[in-house]
């Protein structure tokens, strides 16, 4: 395991910084939530550069054998790159167990330090949502089942739009 940081710092209009982490157990670095127990090896690489000719962040996170509550998600993969000074990132997600492709997903995201929106296409494929059931807690028991369709996010981040169709299996 290991976690490391490099960079250089001229002025805030000339700087470049880096993190990486190198296969750390994700119960390590992720704060405690009673409801989740969050499990997995996390690899990471965070880059951004600001200079006259340069104004990118570049986020690469893989978290293999990821696990909610004993419940297997499987290997997810985030990568987003973008430019800092137009405040536009690309983003591209996949969710992997068994071989199976149970998630998809790309689009982009706007304006995160000043009105966060978002604009991503997701596909999902068998999908297991067993984990979600702590948040049901008392209310809600054993939600399981698989979900398998498309769905497009939109809008505001902390509200955003859907549209799509989705198809619940197995599901209770």
Known sequence: EEISFSGSYLSTKDFDLSLN???????????????????????????LKRSLTNNTL??????????INEHKVGDISIISSGNTQINSYGIDILV???????????????????????????????????????????????IRGDVTGDVNLWGPIESPYHTGKLKLNNSG
């Open 58 to 67: 570049k986020i690469e996170i893989d978290a293999d054998n990821f696990q």
């Open 96 to 142: 992997e167990k068994n071989k199976l492709r149970t998630l998809k997903g790309n689009g982009s995201l706007l304006g995160i330090d000043i009105n966060p929106r978002l604009d991503i296409d997701l596909k999902f494929d068998k999908f297991n949502l067993d984990f979600l059931s702590p948040i049901g807690k008392e209310n809600i028991k054993n």
């Open 21 to 47: 982490i190198d296969d750390v157990s994700i119960n390590k670095v992720s704060p405690h939530m009673s409801s989740f127990e969050i499990k997995g090896k996390l690899n990471s690489a965070i880059e």
